[in-house]
Protein backbone atom coordinates (compact mmCIF):
# COMPACT_ATOMS: atom_id res chain seq x y z
CA UNK A 1 0.00 0.00 0.00
CA UNK A 2 1.21 3.55 -0.69
CA UNK A 3 1.00 6.47 1.90
CA UNK A 4 0.09 9.00 -1.01
CA UNK A 5 1.07 11.87 1.11
CA UNK A 6 -1.57 10.77 4.02
CA UNK A 7 -0.35 12.54 7.75
CA UNK A 8 0.44 9.89 10.32
CA UNK A 9 1.47 10.81 13.89
CA UNK A 10 3.79 8.69 15.67
CA UNK A 11 4.65 9.06 19.20
CA UNK A 12 8.16 8.47 20.82
CA UNK A 13 9.97 9.44 17.37
CA UNK A 14 13.44 8.87 19.22
CA UNK A 15 13.10 5.40 20.42
CA UNK A 16 14.49 2.51 18.54
CA UNK A 17 11.47 0.85 17.14
CA UNK A 18 10.18 4.67 16.57
CA UNK A 19 13.26 5.51 14.25
CA UNK A 20 12.33 2.10 11.84
CA UNK A 21 9.14 2.77 12.02
CA UNK A 22 9.04 6.57 10.96
CA UNK A 23 11.87 5.41 7.79
CA UNK A 24 9.72 2.50 6.48
CA UNK A 25 6.45 4.87 6.76
CA UNK A 26 8.57 7.71 4.91
CA UNK A 27 9.93 5.72 2.20
CA UNK A 28 5.91 4.08 1.79
CA UNK A 29 4.83 7.89 1.02
CA UNK A 30 3.86 8.93 3.88
CA UNK A 31 4.13 12.07 5.15
CA UNK A 32 5.11 12.16 9.45
CA UNK A 33 4.07 14.37 12.50
CA UNK A 34 5.86 13.94 15.33
CA UNK A 35 4.55 13.94 18.79
CA UNK A 36 6.41 13.94 22.49
CA UNK A 37 5.43 11.34 24.58
CA UNK A 38 7.22 12.89 27.35
CA UNK A 39 5.22 15.91 27.43
CA UNK A 40 1.83 13.80 26.25
CA UNK A 41 1.34 10.27 27.95
CA UNK A 42 -0.44 7.72 25.93
CA UNK A 43 -3.92 7.96 27.62
CA UNK A 44 -3.57 11.90 26.56
CA UNK A 45 -2.83 11.27 23.26
CA UNK A 46 -6.02 8.62 23.05
CA UNK A 47 -8.44 11.20 24.41
CA UNK A 48 -7.12 13.11 21.45
CA UNK A 49 -7.47 10.75 19.31
CA UNK A 50 -10.81 10.30 20.39
CA UNK A 51 -12.00 14.04 20.33
CA UNK A 52 -10.49 14.61 16.71
CA UNK A 53 -12.61 11.57 15.62
CA UNK A 54 -9.33 9.27 14.35
CA UNK A 55 -10.46 6.58 12.79
CA UNK A 56 -7.38 4.34 13.58
CA UNK A 57 -4.82 4.20 16.69
CA UNK A 58 -1.67 1.58 16.52
CA UNK A 59 -0.74 1.45 20.04
CA UNK A 60 3.16 -0.84 20.39
CA UNK A 61 4.63 -2.63 23.88
CA UNK A 62 6.66 -4.99 24.64
CA UNK A 63 6.48 -8.05 26.83
CA UNK A 64 10.01 -7.08 28.09
CA UNK A 65 7.86 -4.56 30.45
CA UNK A 66 5.93 -7.81 32.48
CA UNK A 67 7.41 -10.91 31.84
CA UNK A 68 11.16 -10.63 33.32
CA UNK A 69 9.77 -11.46 36.85
CA UNK A 70 11.22 -14.59 37.83
CA UNK A 71 7.52 -16.17 37.82
CA UNK A 72 7.10 -19.43 35.83
CA UNK A 73 5.67 -19.40 32.32
CA UNK A 74 4.72 -22.63 31.60
CA UNK A 75 1.08 -23.27 28.95
CA UNK A 76 -0.99 -23.09 31.81
CA UNK A 77 0.26 -19.75 32.82
CA UNK A 78 -1.68 -16.32 32.24
CA UNK A 79 0.42 -13.10 32.07
CA UNK A 80 -1.89 -10.60 33.12
CA UNK A 81 -1.86 -6.78 34.17
CA UNK A 82 -0.85 -8.14 37.82
CA UNK A 83 2.87 -8.83 35.97
CA UNK A 84 5.74 -6.13 36.74
CA UNK A 85 9.36 -6.92 34.89
CA UNK A 86 11.46 -6.78 37.87
CA UNK A 87 14.95 -4.60 37.01
CA UNK A 88 17.36 -6.85 38.62
CA UNK A 89 16.51 -9.56 36.24
CA UNK A 90 15.87 -7.40 32.93
CA UNK A 91 19.79 -6.56 33.86
CA UNK A 92 20.53 -10.09 34.46
CA UNK A 93 18.58 -10.56 30.90
CA UNK A 94 20.62 -8.19 28.90
CA UNK A 95 24.05 -9.63 30.06
CA UNK A 96 23.40 -13.43 28.80
CA UNK A 97 24.65 -12.59 24.89
CA UNK A 98 27.63 -11.16 26.60
CA UNK A 99 28.61 -13.94 28.30
CA UNK A 100 27.87 -16.32 25.93
CA UNK A 101 30.49 -14.38 23.75
CA UNK A 102 32.96 -13.91 26.45
CA UNK A 103 33.78 -17.64 26.63
CA UNK A 104 31.32 -18.11 29.50
CA UNK A 105 31.80 -22.36 30.63
CA UNK A 106 28.03 -22.75 29.98
CA UNK A 107 25.48 -20.67 28.28
CA UNK A 108 21.84 -20.92 29.98
CA UNK A 109 18.89 -23.48 29.66
CA UNK A 110 16.65 -21.12 28.71
CA UNK A 111 14.80 -20.70 25.98
CA UNK A 112 14.18 -16.87 24.29
CA UNK A 113 12.39 -14.91 22.04
CA UNK A 114 13.42 -13.09 18.72
CA UNK A 115 12.06 -10.32 17.07
CA UNK A 116 13.50 -8.01 14.20
CA UNK A 117 12.49 -4.43 15.20
CA UNK A 118 12.00 -4.00 11.13
CA UNK A 119 9.21 -6.42 11.97
CA UNK A 120 8.06 -4.62 14.49
CA UNK A 121 8.11 -1.68 12.77
CA UNK A 122 6.30 -3.18 9.68
CA UNK A 123 3.60 -4.97 11.63
CA UNK A 124 2.50 -1.15 13.05
CA UNK A 125 2.23 0.07 9.57
CA UNK A 126 0.24 -3.03 8.27
CA UNK A 127 -2.27 -2.94 11.36
CA UNK A 128 -2.78 0.37 10.34
CA UNK A 129 -2.87 -0.26 6.15
CA UNK A 130 -5.00 -3.23 6.51
CA UNK A 131 -8.62 -2.55 7.08
CA UNK A 132 -9.72 -5.62 8.48
CA UNK A 133 -7.22 -5.31 11.10
CA UNK A 134 -8.40 -4.85 14.74
CA UNK A 135 -7.83 -6.08 18.59
CA UNK A 136 -4.62 -6.91 19.31
CA UNK A 137 -1.74 -8.59 17.99
CA UNK A 138 1.59 -10.28 19.30
CA UNK A 139 4.77 -10.07 17.35
CA UNK A 140 6.43 -12.69 20.07
CA UNK A 141 6.61 -16.52 21.00
CA UNK A 142 6.67 -17.63 17.25
CA UNK A 143 8.13 -20.95 16.36
CA UNK A 144 10.92 -20.39 14.08
CA UNK A 145 11.60 -17.30 16.14
CA UNK A 146 12.19 -19.33 19.93
CA UNK A 147 15.64 -20.94 20.07
CA UNK A 148 16.69 -22.44 23.21
CA UNK A 149 20.67 -20.70 23.95
CA UNK A 150 21.64 -24.26 22.50
CA UNK A 151 20.82 -23.15 18.52
CA UNK A 152 21.76 -19.74 18.97
CA UNK A 153 25.31 -20.66 20.29
CA UNK A 154 25.39 -23.44 16.88
CA UNK A 155 24.16 -20.10 14.94
CA UNK A 156 26.91 -18.18 16.30
CA UNK A 157 29.45 -20.65 15.59
CA UNK A 158 28.37 -20.67 11.75
CA UNK A 159 28.40 -17.16 11.91
CA UNK A 160 32.00 -16.56 13.75
CA UNK A 161 33.51 -19.97 13.26
CA UNK A 162 36.61 -18.41 14.85
CA UNK A 163 34.65 -17.99 17.97
CA UNK A 164 35.27 -20.27 20.73
CA UNK A 165 32.51 -21.13 22.68
CA UNK A 166 31.29 -23.13 25.00
CA UNK A 167 29.29 -26.34 23.99
CA UNK A 168 27.65 -27.15 27.47
CA UNK A 169 24.48 -26.25 28.97
CA UNK A 170 24.18 -24.72 32.61
CA UNK A 171 21.81 -27.75 33.78
CA UNK A 172 19.98 -30.73 32.37
CA UNK A 173 16.80 -29.96 33.17
CA UNK A 174 14.03 -30.21 30.64
CA UNK A 175 12.46 -26.89 29.23
CA UNK A 176 8.86 -26.10 28.13
CA UNK A 177 8.88 -24.42 25.20
CA UNK A 178 6.09 -21.54 25.12
CA UNK A 179 5.09 -19.94 21.68
CA UNK A 180 2.17 -18.98 19.77
CA UNK A 181 2.36 -18.59 15.59
CA UNK A 182 1.13 -15.56 14.29
CA UNK A 183 1.35 -14.95 9.97
CA UNK A 184 4.18 -12.45 9.18
CA UNK A 185 6.88 -13.20 7.32
CA UNK A 186 9.79 -12.98 9.93
CA UNK A 187 13.49 -11.51 9.37
CA UNK A 188 15.47 -14.80 9.80
CA UNK A 189 16.88 -15.52 13.21
CA UNK A 190 20.52 -16.01 12.03
CA UNK A 191 20.14 -12.41 10.60
CA UNK A 192 18.98 -11.57 14.27
CA UNK A 193 21.19 -12.81 15.84
CA UNK A 194 24.31 -11.26 13.45
CA UNK A 195 23.06 -7.87 13.79
CA UNK A 196 22.72 -8.12 17.34
CA UNK A 197 26.42 -8.96 17.44
CA UNK A 198 27.59 -6.50 15.41
CA UNK A 199 25.83 -3.92 16.74
CA UNK A 200 27.78 -4.88 20.17
CA UNK A 201 30.93 -4.92 18.61
CA UNK A 202 30.33 -1.14 17.19
CA UNK A 203 29.46 0.24 20.32
CA UNK A 204 32.41 -1.15 22.02
CA UNK A 205 30.52 -3.65 24.37
CA UNK A 206 32.22 -6.45 23.10
CA UNK A 207 35.39 -7.31 20.90
CA UNK A 208 36.89 -10.33 18.43
Request: with cysteine; charged share 20%.
Amino acid sequence: MNGAGKVLSVTGASGYVASWLIKLLLQRGYIVDLIDLAVKGTLNVLASCAKASVKRVVVTSSVAAVEHNGRPKTPDVVIDETWFSSHEICEKSKEMMRCILARSPTFPNLSVRWVHVQDVAMADILAYEFPSATGRYYLVERVAQVAHYSEIVKIIYGLYPSLQLSQNCADDKPFIPIYQPLGIDFVPLERCIKETIESLKEKGFISF
